[in-house]
């Protein structure tokens, strides 16, 4: 059974920095797009970052580009998320999820299981 626990949150200064951990057990991260995905109240989740060991890739959308970096550690089976210059628009609450790493899923769009979520606050 695969199970994922996002650790990490909490509230932080504009500009701050954060790192969220997310521990996964019942998978073999390798074989997998790890990804991680927020929700701020009254909007659509959004995902902020990937990351896929079989092709060294990491993916991230726009708006975290340059101040978000994805990592992992094979040995504690363990991905984090760093998060720099963060912004009142970057409060939410965080998700870590996992997807095989499929040729159907090379581009690591689709995930499977969903941790129960962290929430960070920027404050202004």
């Known amino acids: 059974q695969v199970q994922l626990v996002e650790s990490g949150g909490g509230l932080v200064q504009t500009g701050g920095s954060l790192r969220l951990s997310c521990a996964a057990s019942g998978l073999t991260l390798s074989s997998y797009c790890m990804g991680w995905f927020r929700q701020a109240p009254g909007k659509e989740r959004e995902f902020v970052g990937a990351?896929?060991?079989?092709?060294?890739?990491?993916y991230y959308p726009d708006s975290v580009k340059g101040r978000f970096t994805i990592s992992g550690d094979n040995a504690k089976n363990t991905v984090y998320l760093q998060m720099n210059s963060l912004n009142p628009e970057d409060t939410a609450v965080y998700y870590c999820?996992?997807?095989?790493?499929?040729?159907?899923?090379?581009?690591?769009?689709?995930?499977?299981?969903w941790g129960q979520g962290t929430q960070v606050t920027v404050s202004s």
């Open positions: 999820a996992a997807g095989r790493a499929t040729f159907s899923n090379r581009d690591c769009r689709m995930y499977d299981h």
């Open positions: 990351i896929k060991w079989s092709a060294s890739a990491t």
